[in-house]
């Protein structure tokens, strides 16, 4: 089993920035790769952005340019620095592992108001 750890969101103005952290455990050596999604009210969940183990990255087209994902190997951990944040990205933002099975974080709020 892997657990996954969120951490980092919270209240920003537009334009401001913010990083998340997803902290791994448990059975990581069979993590190929990790990723971040969101789900808005009302909206469906959808994919960020991802990261191999070799550091291979896709991010949506939505964020690309201002999003950046990146993993700590030292640290079992993937952030994603997000900056010149606007109102439509907010959402919960939810960590990813693909191993022997998907895993999942409990989400963090990522809220973006003036």
């Known amino acids: 089993q892997v657990q996954l750890v969120e951490s980092g969101g919270g209240l920003v103005q537009p334009g401001g920035s913010l990083r998340l952290s997803c902290a791994a455990s448990?059975?990581?050596?069979?993590?190929?790769?990790m990723g971040w999604y969101r789900q808005a009210p009302g909206k469906q969940r959808e994919l960020v952005a991802t990261?191999?183990?070799?550091?291979?990255?896709n991010y949506a087209s939505s964020v690309k340019g201002r999003f950046t994902i990146s993993r700590d190997n030292a640290k079992n951990t993937v952030y994603l620095q997000m900056n010149s944040l606007k109102p439509e990205d907010t959402a919960v933002y939810y960590c990813?592992?693909?191993?022997?099975?998907?895993?999942w974080g409990q989400g963090t709020q990522v809220t973006v108001s003036s």
């Open positions: 448990g059975s990581i050596f069979s993590i190929t790769a």
């Open positions: 990261i191999t183990n070799r550091g291979s990255t």
């Open positions: 990813k592992g693909w191993g022997t099975g998907d895993y």
